[in-house]
Structure formats: structure tokens, C-alpha cells
């Protein structure tokens, strides 16, 4: 009985097997069949196309400088004495021959009317003498004086002479202290700095104003000690002011020909008119050297992502790619590519935002 159990037990465990297996082996009947996936890419039209090809260019070297006022004028006390007024404010314009400080004058009023009284009574005095000496002169010729005593009142006369010289130089000198207690502009130009207000002290020597003249600038730059003696008194440079994008082409005006031993460099200066531009301003300097073969692309065609630059490069099947590129110096509306393009490859030049990385070109204006 056992054993038949058994049996049945084993016989339905088979056929489940069967079942199974023959479950199997329908649904893996029919096999996936292999093929490709078609990418279809977005196409891209209505832009222009131009192929990059390496040009001779101006080869600059590049440095950096600071723009100065080339008259500045540092305004100091001659005299010590408190502040009683200042008439300019930071910014203001002053022109040459204008008071903007005046300094207690009492002390310099009583010195300067003690002179004066000392020059009327030396002139009083040098007048008597002169009239006493004219007196005795004629008695002399009249023989009723001697030489000796004519000698005497003609000493008398030329010390009074020299007296008179002497009180006259002292006043002249006490009306020029006196001056010194109003303080004018040397130069026409605009006050950058006030370091003194009302009411303080005034010491001799010590900065009371800054003012600059605004009409002519100069730019001071570094410039490596390779090109000394290259770069001279009227080389051409190109001035880029970065804060307001402006470009300027003036020329060197002087040279300091002495070396820096810490730097290895030496200073070239470049005067120019006529721009706006403040003492202390930052300003970019390039002097050509030479000519050089470089890849030029339109500055309008650079892409910038974030921290990435490119450009869109096609290549001979019409695909579109964002390629990185490394950028040098303008050139104009042109900027030098370092790294990135070789001559020959195409670039897409404009209606950027057309243009989508990974696209297809249907048409193209080819420039």
C-alpha cells in the first residue's frame, strides 16, 4: 500500500515537470529579434557657416598698468597756524590762482605793519640824510666845509641808504609770510583729497589738499627686461580700459631704462588726452613685437556656458557639436583661438540660439 503511494506521489511530480518544461519551451519559442534604434536629431537651419583659416596677425605683448594723473599737486603749509577756512570740498574743480585755505594771520598782520613802520622810518631817514648831505656839499664847494667833515655826512648818508635797503627787504619778506596764510591752487584741475578740516592745525610740510589735473593722464606699466631697448619713445601701444571697455592707441612718451631686481621688469610710460579716466584706474597695455600665424574666429561666435567656452563646430556629415576652446588676444572684432580649432574645421558664426549641440544642419549660408 505504501508503495502505490508512493507511485501516484512520484507520477504527478513528473507530470508537472512535463507541464512545466513544455511551458518553457513555448514561451521562448519566438526570439526577440536584433536590430538598431534610429536617433533622430533635431534639425538646424537659417544659420551661417565659416570655415577657420589661419591668418597673420600683430603679435602684442601684454601687461598691465595704472593710470596717473601726470600733474599732481600735493598742497602743504609753508606756515603753522590753525585752519580758519577751507573753500573746496573733495571733487570740486579749482582752478591755478584760487584761495582754498586761509590760515590765522594775526601773527603775520602785526610783523607785517612793524615792517611797514620801519620802512617809512628808514625812508624818512635816507630822505633826511640825503637832503643834509646836499646841504654840506654846497658849504664844501663854498670852501666853508672840509673834505673830512663832507666824508662824514656822505657815510652818514649811504648807511641810511643801506638801512633802507635792509627794513625793505625785511618787509617784503613779512608781506610774503603773510601770503603764506592763504593757500592757492598752482593748477587747474579737480581736488581728490581734503586731509585737514576748520579749526585744526595746520604744520609745515604736512599734505593740507591733492589736486589733480584732469587734462592729461599718464599710464605707468611693467614691462619684462626681454624688451628693453625694443620698446623705445614712440612705439605704437593700445590702452584697454576695462571699466568702461574703452580702447586707446597712443603712443610711449618716456622710458626708465634701470632694471627691477625683484620684478626683472622696467617702466614705460604712455601720456594720453581726452578720455575720462581717473588716478588709480586699471588699464591693459599691449605693445606690438612682431607678426605671427594665429586661428582667428568671430568674437560673436563664442558660446559661453557657465565656466565653459566653445563654439559650434559641423562637421562633413552636418553634425553639430559644442567643441571647448581656449581664446588669446583681440583682434578687432575677431578673437584668437589657442586651443581647440585646427585650420579647416567649420564653426557656425550666428543665430546662436538657434543652434542645438548634437544637431543636424539641413542648410546653411556658407561664408
Sequence with gaps: MGN??????????????????????????EKVKSGEVELKRQTVSGVTVREVVSSEVEEYYETTGTVKSKHISIITSKIMGTVTSISVKEGDLARKGDVLITIDDSDSIQRLRASQKALEAARQNKILAEITYQRYKKLYEEKALSGQELDQIETQKKVAELEYERIEAINKEAQVYHSYSRIISPIDGIVTSKKIDTGSMAIVGNPLLIVEDTSTYQVECAVDESLLGKINIGTNVILNFQSTGTELRSKVTEVVPSVDQMTRTFVAKITFKGLSSKTGQF????????????????????????????????????????RLIKLGSKQGNMIEVISGLKSGDKIVVDALDKVIDGGILAEAKTK
Design 4 to 29: 502505490d503511494n508512493k507511485d501516484i506521489y512520484f507520477s504527478k511530480i513528473f507530470f508537472l515537470l512535463v507541464i512545466l518544461h513544455a511551458i518553457i519551451i513555448f514561451g521562448c519559442k
Design 283 to 322: 588699464v591693459r597695455v599691449k605693445f606690438p613685437i612682431g607678426k605671427k600665424e594665429a586661428l582667428l574666429i568671430p568674437e560673436n561666435s563664442v558660446v559661453i556656458k557657465g565656466q565653459l567656452t566653445g563654439v559650434y563646430t559641423v562637421d562633413s556629415s552636418g553634425l553639430i557639436t559644442y
